[in-house]
């Protein structure tokens, strides 16, 4: 996803009158734009999607702080529905067997039979992944591993 998609599913957002989309993009564009400011250039693909990223996070958190103190049932299902939309945003995550298969190609190209070696394990693995994995599972996988 780039810059400019963000800005035409605003105004597509605009247009079908959708406020939760329309509410949430435009959160990412906010991201997107302090990006290019900060870095004084535009923005990369993979930095809007790393926006993406975060507004989800960000909105994930909220939403569960909005359940586990019982706010109401309409902010939380905005929330719900907001989490979803930057959901089908993102990238496919890579996960399962295709995930075990490229940690499984990462030991056996780089020769890694350590424990110790599980950090440099993890980075080769989510960088071929593009970053589009639960790193929290690919470092349960590489444990099992490495010996």
Known sequence: MDRESIVSEITAAMRAHDKPRLSILRQVKNEVDIKEK?????????????????????????????????????????LTEQVAILEGYLPTQVTGDALVAIVERVIAEGGFTEKRDMGRVIAAAAAECGGNCDKAELARIAGSKLG
Request: glycine share 8%.
């Open 38 to 78: 900060d870095a004084k250039r535009e923005v990369t693909d993979e930095e809007v999607v790393a926006a993406l990223k975060r507004v989800l996070k960000q909105t994930g958190e909220t939403l569960e702080g909005s359940i586990k103190v019982g706010t109401s049932e309409e902010r939380t299902a905005l």
